[in-house]
């Protein structure tokens, strides 16, 4: 009778109804295409972008930072928490098995009530045995929706690690070509300013005889000096550049190994897919969809206390004042109880926390839509600057090639007297910004492609997650 009694009440718990709205996507209105039509879109976002730089050291940047950076170390340990939240929470739907064990001396008193016999013993021993259970029946689904809910923040918190992921990888890479950017402006800067000391030291003899006037002479002397100044101010960003690439790869700040020059890398090639494709695989537009599936399974939580909570409590012990007869038939006790509690008038308490968590979804609803058209503007954003600098590219190269030929027309003129030092000066000072502009609209077209994949996502986010540490809850998952 009592094996039919909780089979019955295990089918009704299994029965029972789950309170609350059952997750539905929403609907997303997303553009056909990008507004900008690249030519030459490949499918490569599921590879290793940034080996298509050809540099060797800057795979090996990104693959020590992907290992050591201590915010994906975090992330991993913050979806551990989770992880162990949702055990928590999970075994609630299942009994609660436990025991206990006690032993006393007890003296009991002459006088009490009742009185104790003239010459009985008042010490004696009490040994105590028990094993019990428990089980609060979900026959309205509140634990289930607090279990939905948990695993929802779970996978939130591993498309979380992913973002950490994706953003390790795309600012090691670009502040790799910063680095190399700097390197080779402080190139250009050091040969300027070599040749303007050169020139400077010609003007001087030049003064001395008498050839120049003094204005020539103070006019390279100028040019020389900002040259120089501009020496330092690259020594210190390079320096600032490393610091910050160190910390990236977890380490104390210190120097960076060089590949290949800022000249010498290869433009990675645009990843083609449709607008609809990041709803997919954008870590942060799955981090919202999750939080919102978390907040709508919280409503159901919420609105489940309004219903009765039931539960089953079991007890089998034994009780001896004898410890060689605690194991003995005479010495067991039992017990079986159900119990049920439930709300009656809670002046608002429960209809707070329901509007609370209706709030909260219609917040994690419009945060979903708005990482979405976030999305959208990034990538769109980054497709046209990866074209448009293209453009700005070859023009800037276009006049750096035709400064170069104004200046050494203009030393011609003025070495045969045809023209003063006026004319070399602004072709040499418009030469050398034009020169350090040139290699800084190199570095951010490198650094646009690199926002393409940044904001387009890919399946090279979860080929660069699978180097990273994994959380300790998914390892020990993994072992046999």
């Known amino acids: 009778m009592r094996i039919s ?5 295990l ?12 997750y539905q996507r929403p609907t997303v209105l997303a553009p056909t295409d990008w507004r900008m039509d690249y030519p030459k879109a490949t499918d490569v976002a599921n590879t290793k972008w940034w080996e298509q730089f050809a540099d060797p ?14 915010d994906v170390r975090i992330a991993a340990a913050r979806v551990d928490q989770f992880i162990g939240a949702l055990t928590s929470t999970r075994s609630q739907l299942f009994p609660q098995i436990g025991y206990g064990a006690d032993a006393s001396r007890i003296r009991t008193s002459a006088v009490g009530q009742p009185p104790l016999p003239a010459g009985a013993d008042p010490y004696f021993s009490l040994y105590q045995g028990s094993l019990s259970a428990s089980w609060q029946l979900d026959l309205f689904g509140r634990v289930r929706r607090l279990t ?3 695993q929802a923040q779970v996978y939130a918190s591993e498309q979380a690690q992913h973002g950490v992921v994706l953003t390790l990888v795309t600012s090691v890479a670009t502040s790799y070509i910063a680095l190399r950017a700097l390197d080779r402006q ?6 300027t300013a070599n040749n303007f000391t050169a020139t400077a030291r010609l003007f001087d003899l030049r003064f001395k005889a008498g050839i120049v006037a003094k204005t020539e002479l103070m006019q390279i002397k100028s040019q020389q000096q900002q040259a120089l100044a501009a020496i330092p101010a690259f020594e210190q960003a390079i320096a ?15 120097p960076i190994a060089r590949g290949k020059t800022i000249d010498q890398l290869v433009a990675p090639r645009i990843p083609a897919d449709l607008p609809s494709a990041l709803l997919q695989r954008r870590p942060d537009i799955l981090q919202a969809e999750q939080n919102l599936v978390a907040t709508n399974a919280n409503i159901g939580a919420t609105r489940a206390l309004y ?3 039931i539960s089953l409590t079991g007890l089998l012990g034994t009780v001896s004042t004898v410890f060689s007869s605690l194991l003995t038939d005479p010495a067991s006790a039992g017990l079986l109880a159900a119990g049920v509690t439930g709300p009656i008038f809670t002046f608002g308490g429960i209809e707070g926390q329901v509007s609370s968590a209706e709030a909260q979804n219609r917040q994690a609803l419009l945060v979903y839509q708005q990482t979405i058209l976030g999305a959208f503007r990034e990538t769109n954003d980054a497709l046209t600057g990866s074209q448009k600098k293209i453009i700005e590219v070859a023009f800037q190269d ?3 090639q035709a400064l170069r030929e104004f200046a050494r027309l203009s030393t011609l003129r003025f070495d045969k007297g045809v023209s003063g030092y006026l004319e070399v000066l602004v072709a040499e000072n418009e030469l050398f910004a034009a020169e350090l502009a040139a290699v800084r609209l190199l570095a951010d077209r490198y650094i646009q492609l690199i926002n393409v994949y940044q904001a387009m996502g890919g399946g090279w986010v979860d080929i660069a997650v699978s180097i990273a540490p994994s959380p300790l809850a998914m390892l020990a998952a993994q072992v046999p």
């Open 5 to 9: 009694l909780l089979a019955t009440l």
């Open 11 to 22: 089918a009704v718990c299994i029965a029972g109804c789950t309170v609350g709205p059952d």
């Open 57 to 70: 050291m800057l795979n090996e940047l990104v693959e020590t930072a992907l290992r050591e950076n201590l």
């Open 148 to 150: 939905e809910a948990a």
């Open 186 to 191: 402080l190139q250009i800067a050091q040969s």
């Open 240 to 254: 600032a550049q490393e610091n910050l690439i160190s910390i990236l790869l977890g380490r104390n700040p210190g």
């Open 307 to 309: 219903y009765p909570n």
């Open 398 to 400: 276009e006049r750096v």
